[in-house]
C-alpha cells in the first residue's frame, strides 16, 4: 500500500487530553492516539467515524 492510500491522521496539532480521555484537537482518545500508525484503514475509518460522531456531540 502506497502512503497516498492510507487513512489519514484527523490530528490538528492541539493535543490536550479532558477528563474523558478524549483529545480536545482530534476527538480520539488516548488508545486511539497510541495505536493509530498500527491500525489498518478499516480500523482507522472506524475511528474516524467516532471521532465526527464526538465532535457532533460535543457541539450540543
Known amino acids: ?3 497516498a492510500d492510507k487513512v489519514r491522521s ?3 496539532s492541539i493535543c490536550a487530553l479532558d477528563d ?3 483529545c ?3 476527538h480520539r482518545s488516548g ?3 497510541t495505536r493509530w500508525s498500527r491500525m489498518s ?3 482507522r475509518r472506524e475511528v474516524l467515524q467516532k471521532v465526527a460522531r464526538r ?3 460535543n457541539l450540543i
Open 10 to 12: 484527523p490530528c490538528v
Open 20 to 22: 474523558n480521555d478524549i
Open 24 to 26: 480536545v484537537g482530534c
Open 55 to 57: 465532535e457532533r456531540e
Open 41 to 43: 484503514n478499516e480500523e
Open 1 to 3: 500500500m502506497k502512503v
Open 31 to 33: 488508545d486511539e492516539i
